[in-house]
């Protein structure tokens, strides 16, 4: 289904909006939260979004729009998400140029045609609540140590040394995605996790994990993102 809304309906996987009011903004900030990098914006009128997980959403773009019927925990939602954004939210208004009356929605267009998703976020963190949130920009979480408590995953990386760091908190295996925006895969790189020695790798790019991590099919682990591109994987990593 997903390839064919893609090749069919012409979809810009990168630019991809969520919208909804009520009890459809909280399901979308629900299927945002786990799955963050496939959208390039999320429109919220009165969502109860209120998952920790709320910090996955700082890569991407979150308009806030009045909603007549908003509960407390909508209100609660908007700060979280206007903590978690920054400069990635924006709070719109009733006025014409943000409700499509009038003037066109002049202001709503603007901020429509400024969402383009990031789809490689550099440095990336990552906090897994639930299963649904185990998959990332740059990982998928394969098993954590308790799986009561949230896990988080933080990775930076440093091109010129050709190193990535990991960072993380009741994770306890990982796969990595990897393609040259993150290290230069045609030489050997090092990855170090936590507060372990770095571990050396020599890994070749490959058609074969690109089509892997853009495959429909859910049976296989992965982002499974025609959008997204990766042409390595370093699988099983173990958390020291």
Known sequence: LQGLLLDKLKVDPNRVILDGAGMGATGNLHVALGECWRF????????EGGDDAITNLATVRVLSLPYAMASEKAADATKQLKKAC??????????????????????????????????YPLPFKWLYTKPVHQIGHWMFITARHDQTKPATFMMES??????????????GEFNLYLNDLLVDLGAKFKVKINDADPVEYELE????????????????PGPWDPGCVFTAEVKALSVP
Request: contains cysteine.
């Open 158 to 171: 440093d091109r010129k040394a050709n190193l990535i760091t990991i960072k993380t908190e009741n994770v």
């Open 205 to 220: 790019r490959s058609a074969d994990s690109l089509l892997e991590h853009a495959s429909v099919e859910l049976s296989a």
């Open 86 to 119: 920054g400069d990635n939210f924006t709070a719109g208004t009733n006025a014409p140029s943000w409700s499509g009356s009038g003037d066109g929605g002049k202001d709503l267009l603007a901020w429509l045609n400024g969402c383009v998703r990031d789809r």
């Open 40 to 47: 390039a914006g999320v429109i919220d009128r009165g969502g």
